[in-house]
């Protein structure tokens, strides 16, 4: 099976900056997409970017020009914030969909990770 692991919340201020990471474990055949969601208090989860398998990034539009997502391989990705707002603030979960090798296809999420910008 996948696994993942996250790392890089906490609070920062307005304006402020974090790094999330979050690292796939497991018999990984091939991915399919891996990235960022998020979901604030009361609110559904939504998408914040994500890789396709062909390497294409999408962003919610949102945080276009603030977030970057980048990966280190197909295993590996990091979101890097910037210009950090309160309404950032929300448990961001990485997802990972692909085919586990002897498993299939696969969808799998992260613990999540706290996120919270506050003065």
């Known amino acids: 099976q996948v696994q993942l692991v996250e790392s890089g919340g906490g609070l920062v201020q307005p304006g402020g900056s974090l790094r999330l990471s979050c690292a796939a474990s497991?018999?990984?055949?091939?991915?399919?997409?891996m990235g960022w969601y998020r979901q604030a208090p009361g609110k559904e989860r939504e998408l914040v970017a994500a890789?396709?398998?062909?390497?294409?990034a999408n962003y919610t539009d949102s945080v276009k020009g603030r977030f970057t997502i980048s990966r280190d391989n197909v295993r590996t990705v990091f979101l890097q914030m910037n210009s950090l707002k309160p309404e950032d603030t929300a448990v961001y979960y990485c997802?990972?969909?692909?085919?586990?090798?002897?498993?299939?296809?696969?969808?799998?999420w992260g613990q999540g990770t706290l996120v919270t910008v506050s003065s």
């Open positions: 997802n990972w969909r692909g085919i586990a090798a002897g498993y299939g296809y696969r969808e799998v």
């Open positions: 497991g018999r990984i055949f091939s991915m399919i997409a």
């Open positions: 890789f396709t398998g062909a390497g294409t």
